[in-house]
């Protein structure tokens, strides 16, 4: 692929740039999924947590690698474990090593049991989808781009995941640019010059 056109695509379908933590819009939309999949998962209580570990209890947690990839969700998952301590040995879109250590994190223990599951579920979906993506790049040996669509159930995260793989983002929403469709031209009444025409007048 020549210069030119790469630069153009990098300039339409990567919004790499605004999806980290740093980002409110981003923060505010993980923090909104976390905590929701975290209050699915506790329910009404952690009644085994709450009934056999003091409230007082502090504890060491260590996540670690399973399989060889591309580790991502860690800023994200790592929001769950407010007032805990957390050290982190890998950043968002590192190669991973089966049995390497990507993060410790100590504190309450009754908070790190009751946010673990939730936690690695961040972390091991945005992890699958950055190592499928950089799969798919080694593939396609930077003959093309591999780019995301907005059929995510995560939103912005996938994007970020997508994004952790080397992936591009394509429009992280709707205000993000046109994207003409079959069903936007089955509206159009077969008046598509008129009807671009007024699109075009309106951006």
């Given at each position: 692929?020549?210069?030119?056109?790469?630069?153009?695509?990098?300039?339409?379908?990567?919004r790499?740039?605004?999806?980290?933590?740093?980002?409110?819009?981003?923060?505010?939309?993980?923090?909104?999924?976390?905590?929701?999949?975290?209050?699915?998962?506790?329910?009404?209580?952690?009644?085994?947590?709450?009934?056999?570990?003091?409230?007082?209890?502090?504890?060491?947690?260590?996540?670690?690698?399973?399989?060889?990839?591309?580790?991502?969700?860690?800023?994200?998952?790592?929001?769950?474990?407010?007032?805990?301590?957390?050290?982190?040995?890998?950043?968002?879109?590192?190669?991973?090593?089966?049995?390497?250590?990507?993060?410790?994190?100590?504190?309450?223990?009754?908070?790190?049991?009751?946010?673990?599951?939730?936690?690695?579920?961040?972390?091991?979906?945005?992890?699958?989808?950055?190592t499928?993506?950089?799969?798919?790049?080694?593939?396609?040996?930077n003959?093309?781009?591999?780019i995301g669509?907005?059929?995510?159930?995560?939103?912005m995260?996938?994007?970020?995941a997508?994004?952790?793989?080397?992936?591009?983002?394509?429009?992280?929403n709707?205000?993000?640019?046109?994207?003409?469709?079959?069903?936007?031209?089955?509206?159009?009444n077969?008046?598509?010059?008129?009807?671009?025409?007024?699109?075009?007048?309106?951006?």
């Amino acid at each position: 692929m020549d210069e030119k056109r790469k630069k153009l695509v990098l300039e339409f379908w990567d919004r790499s740039n605004v999806l980290n933590l740093e980002n409110k819009e981003y923060l505010l939309f993980v923090k909104r999924v976390i905590n929701e999949k975290l209050r699915e998962d506790i329910g009404k209580g952690d009644i085994t947590t709450n009934s056999l570990i003091s409230k007082n209890a502090q504890a060491k947690a260590v996540v670690i690698a399973k399989q060889n990839g591309i580790v991502a969700g860690i800023d994200e998952s790592s929001l769950l474990f407010e007032n805990c301590r957390i050290a982190k040995n890998k950043t968002n879109g590192d190669i991973v090593k089966n049995k390497e250590i990507i993060f410790e994190v100590a504190g309450n223990a009754r908070k790190i049991l009751s946010c673990e599951r939730t936690a690695l579920n961040v972390m091991q979906r945005m992890s699958g989808i950055a190592t499928l993506t950089s799969n798919l790049n080694k593939i396609i040996e930077n003959r093309c781009f591999i780019i995301g669509t907005r059929k995510t159930a995560f939103g912005m995260m996938d994007k970020a995941a997508i994004s952790c793989g080397k992936g591009l983002t394509h429009r992280i929403n709707l205000n993000d640019g046109i994207l003409i469709k079959d069903n936007h031209l089955k509206f159009l009444n077969n008046d598509f010059e008129k009807s671009f025409l007024q699109l075009c007048l309106t951006i």
